[in-house]
Nanobody
């Protein structure tokens, strides 16, 4: 019954910004930590950012630290990923992940960074 729907991806030039959103339903959103992962073709899926259920604690992959910010609005059942200073290496499908039970994944949203 868990549903995660990502949006906000697209094509952006190097140095540009995007904000991804993940709308959650089917569970008590505020009880669970959330994460963003990404996967490029031919590469393994990697953790990008993590946020605790109350939003007080966050963690980031070293490759995005200082450029990306994860946040959440528990009143709107939504988690966000603000991406600044985008690089071509950030090109990937970005997935929302909920820690509920064995874990739940969204369908992904494509981010392409290219000039």
């Amino acid at each position: 019954q868990v549903q995660l729907v990502e949006s906000g991806g697209g094509l952006v030039q190097p140095g540009g910004s995007l904000r991804l959103s993940c709308a959650a339903s089917g569970f008590t959103f505020s009880w669970y930590a959330m994460s963003w992962y990404r996967q490029a073709p031919g590469k393994e899926r990697e953790l990008v950012a993590f946020i605790a259920s109350d939003g007080r604690s966050t963690n980031y992959a070293g490759s995005v630290k200082g450029r990306f910010t994860i946040s959440r609005d528990n009143a709107k059942n939504t988690v966000y990923l603000q991406m600044n200073g985008l690089k071509p290496e950030d090109t990937a499908v970005y997935y929302c992940y909920a820690t509920k039970g064995s874990g739940s994944w969204g369908q992904g949203t494509q981010v392409t960074v290219s000039s």
